[in-house]
């Protein structure tokens, strides 16, 4: 075979197009950082990328982000630096994509709620398929001040960027005088407790791409409102022979008779549903890649919740109990993002889906 000058100049214009690049990619980050907020189109590196994020946020929040681009941002990891250095934990990046409503996969839920289900605006369903999102979570003792969001690619180039301020949230204090029975549940070692407790960490850790369930925001997974104990409480535990143990209340407590109807708080997948030593009767629903909610302390579980099985929001779980360490029936409602543990009525409001009512009149008009 025969190559002219010409054809092997044009052969190693193109090599060395494709490694400068390449090289581009891996040092743009560190070098050319401040770029990124705009796409660069003659290269071709990153795609128009438009963040829709709330601008504050408190302590103790989920933090739902959305990406507007040309292509669903595969890979991309969602993390914050906040303004003492520290570095929140890494998000990842889920599709949004419609998420019909399942009546018939549990149809125990009463009528009222129901209706309460069909009446929200879906956060997800009308989302292009182009469109990236990350559900995230800020720490209950976030440094306060601005905070840089960052989305980055898997070589760690920062595709997009945005300032979120951190406001203060105020918690409370409170002591807990446990007996001789409850003492023995929280501090005596026992393997079963350790296997219970490391079985548990690996499950909430855990990142499913495909776990894409939430449809809509949270409900209260109770009619009574009657909190015993909230969000971010620093707990203080008085044991029945006098030594005491400091914690933070990952959940609420919601003080309602035994037997009280529980409901799941949000479309997801069972991945846990057993009897547990020191959480009693406990349930874990998965809702989002590395999302999950979780009911402690509970009666009884209903028949038809199982590992695997998909939970419509408003569906009928079990009933409050007192099973576990606990001081009398209440429920214990928890949510996890990446193990980070975020006050769950934040969950409620569709104002935490930052702007979806102008995304979804955009893109419906395209």
């Known amino acids: ?104 996969d549990l149809r125990s839920a009463s009528q009222s709620r129901s209706r309460q289900t069909t009446g929200y605006l879906s956060a997800f369903s009308l989302l292009r398929p182009s469109n990236t999102a990350w559900m995230a979570a800020i720490h209950a003792d976030a440094a306060l001040g601005p905070a840089s969001l960052r989305i980055s690619n898997g070589f760690g180039v920062v595709l997009a960027e945005q300032t979120v301020h951190i406001q203060p949230r105020e918690y409370k204090a409170e002591i807990l005088r446990l007996n001789s029975v409850l003492t023995s549940i929280r501090a005596d070692p026992d393997p079963i407790k350790d296997e219970q407790a490391r079985r548990y960490q690996a499950l909430l850790s855990t990142v499913d791409p495909a776990a894409i369930y939430l449809d809509a925001p949270f409900i209260m997974p109770l009619e009574s409102r009657r909190r015993t104990s909230f969000f971010g409480d620093r707990r203080t535990y008085q044991y029945s022979d ?34 547990r030593i020191v959480t009693g009767n406990t349930i874990i629903l998965e809702h989002l890649p590395g999302m999950y909610s979780i009911y402690m302390h509970l009666d009884t579980i209903a028949a038809a ?21 606990s001081t009398g029936p209440h429920l214990h409602w928890e949510v996890r993002i990446m193990q980070v543990a975020v006050d769950p009525e934040s969950l409620l409001r569709i104002d935490n889906f930052p702007k979806i009512s102008t995304i979804l009149g955009t893109i419906e008009g395209r």
């Open 1 to 104: 075979m025969r190559f002219s000058c010409t054809n092997i100049w044009h052969r190693l214009l193109r090599t060395t197009q494709q490694l400068l690049l390449l090289l581009f990619l891996f040092l743009g980050s560190a070098a050319a950082a401040p770029c990124f907020a705009e796409p660069l189109p003659s290269f071709g590196l990153l795609p128009d990328i438009q963040l829709h994020a709330p601008d504050s946020i408190s302590q103790g929040s989920p933090l739902f982000v959305l990406a507007e681009s040309q292509s669903y941002l595969s890979g991309t990891k969602l993390r914050l630096y906040y303004s003492d250095g520290s570095l929140s934990q890494v998000f990842p990046a889920f599709k949004p994509v419609p998420v019909a409503w399942h009546g018939s």
């Open 305 to 325: 919740v199982s590992p695997g099985q998909i939970i419509p929001r408003g569906s009928r779980i079990g009933t409050v109990g007192s099973t576990g360490l």
């Open 242 to 275: 006098g030594s005491k143990a400091f914690s933070m209340h990952a959940g609420i407590d919601y003080g309602v008779a035994r037997g009280t109807p529980l409901y799941a708080a949000g479309r997801g997948k069972v991945v846990l549903a057993e009897s």
